[in-house]
């Protein structure tokens, strides 16, 4: 199998623009001190047999130039990874290259811009160079396992007893306080109603006692393996604002595959803190 781990990474062209309500949970900061990529690839770095990092850049088209030198500083710290940087510039170009193949396609099908969007670049990068199997990682999870790759191809490709192919998993990941619970403390429609953290939490702690590989109703997009006979054939959702992941496991359900949970695959999350809780609320709503 020849993998490789896309990860996503989100940057603000300035402090007005990371200030004002967007598509994304957070952008980085240029100035930003510790920006969360750089701690991402530091936990690579530990990685047996890490293959190739394909790193989406997503930021203002008019950023591009600034945000690019920046994180290419970020990748020449760590001379062990092998990492391609795709910008707005390669992007376009793969783009542009799509919709001459796919003329058909509405939108920005594969694109630099929107949960779906950057989720398909990824697949279409890596199916240009070659790759058979997807490992999608996001910039503020870090590795805390040397056999990262050994558990992320694990029953990849291969079949269920009853024959069911295992084409796409996911895995899990702990926070800040060592949890892979979602906290149940905080009130609000927004928090507690909405988001089914009642009923995440009672599948999550079956999942988690049960066998390896089971039937999941759960998708971590930040830790999330693709086999190419399931990426050539499904594409992600570049209309939907938020929830790409989980509607990826309805999009293969509609097409009579299943994904896949693994209860010994998992990362760190450590995202940033996030004051502005309204406008996801409302991209959840849409």
Request: charged share 25%.
């Given at each position: 199998?020849?993998?490789?781990?896309v990860?996503?990474?989100?940057w603000?062209?300035?402090?007005?623009?990371?200030?004002?309500?967007?598509?994304?949970?957070?952008?980085?900061?240029?100035n930003?001190?510790?920006?969360?990529?750089?701690?991402?690839?530091?936990s690579l770095e530990?990685?047996?047999?890490i293959?190739?990092?394909?790193?989406l850049?997503?930021?203002?088209?008019?950023?591009t130039?600034?945000?690019s030198?920046?994180?290419?500083?970020?990748?020449?710290?760590?001379p062990?990874?092998?990492?391609?940087?795709?910008?707005?510039?390669q992007?376009?170009?793969?783009a542009?290259r799509?919709?001459q193949?796919?003329?058909k396609?509405?939108g920005e099908?594969?694109s630099?811009?929107?949960?779906?969007?950057?989720?398909?670049?990824?697949?279409?990068c890596?199916a240009?160079?070659g790759?058979?199997?997807v490992?999608f990682?996001?910039?503020?999870?870090?590795?805390?396992d040397?056999?990262?790759?050994?558990?992320?191809?694990y029953?990849?490709?291969?079949?269920?007893?009853?024959?069911?192919?295992?084409?796409?998993?996911?895995?899990?990941?702990?926070?800040?306080?060592?949890?892979?619970?979602?906290?149940t403390d905080?009130?609000?429609?927004c928090h507690?109603?909405?988001t089914k953290r009642?009923?995440?939490?009672?599948?999550m702690k079956k999942?988690?006692?049960g066998?390896?590989i089971?039937r999941?109703?759960y998708?971590?997009?930040g830790?999330m393996?693709?086999?190419a006979?399931?990426?050539?054939?499904v594409?992600f959702?570049?209309?939907?604002t938020?929830?790409?992941d989980?509607d990826?496991?309805?999009?293969?359900?509609?097409?009579?595959y299943?994904?896949?949970f693994?209860?010994?695959w998992?990362?760190?999350?450590?995202?940033?803190?996030?004051?502005?809780r309204?406008?996801?609320?409302?991209?959840?709503?849409?």
């Open positions: 199998m020849n993998a490789t781990v990860i996503p990474t989100y603000a062209g300035d402090d007005a623009c990371a200030n004002a309500p967007g598509t994304y949970d957070h952008s980085t900061r240029l930003a001190d510790n920006p969360e990529l750089d701690r991402c690839l530091a530990q990685v047996r047999d293959p190739r990092i394909i790193l850049v997503v930021c203002p088209v008019s950023a130039v600034d945000v030198l920046h994180v290419r500083e970020i990748v020449d710290a760590h062990t990874l092998k990492v391609t940087v795709v910008t707005n510039t992007a376009s170009r793969i542009d799509v919709a193949i796919a003329p396609g509405s099908c594969v630099l811009r929107g949960y779906g969007a950057i989720r398909n670049m990824g697949l279409a890596a240009v160079l790759h058979d199997a490992i990682l996001d910039d503020d999870e870090t590795v805390i040397a056999d990262f790759m050994k558990r992320a191809t029953a990849l490709g291969q079949q269920t007893r009853q024959g069911l192919p295992i084409l796409v998993k996911s895995g899990y990941f702990y926070d800040r306080d060592g949890s892979p619970l979602a906290p905080k009130a609000g429609i507690r109603w909405w009642i009923e995440f939490n009672r599948w999942a988690l006692s066998t390896r089971s999941s109703n998708v971590c997009g830790l393996a693709l086999h006979r399931a990426f050539t054939r594409a959702d570049p209309f939907i938020r929830g790409e989980l990826y496991l309805f999009n293969m359900r509609m097409f009579g299943d994904v896949w693994d209860n010994e998992t990362v760190r999350h450590l995202p940033p803190e996030s004051e502005k309204s406008p996801r609320f409302m991209q959840d709503v849409y």
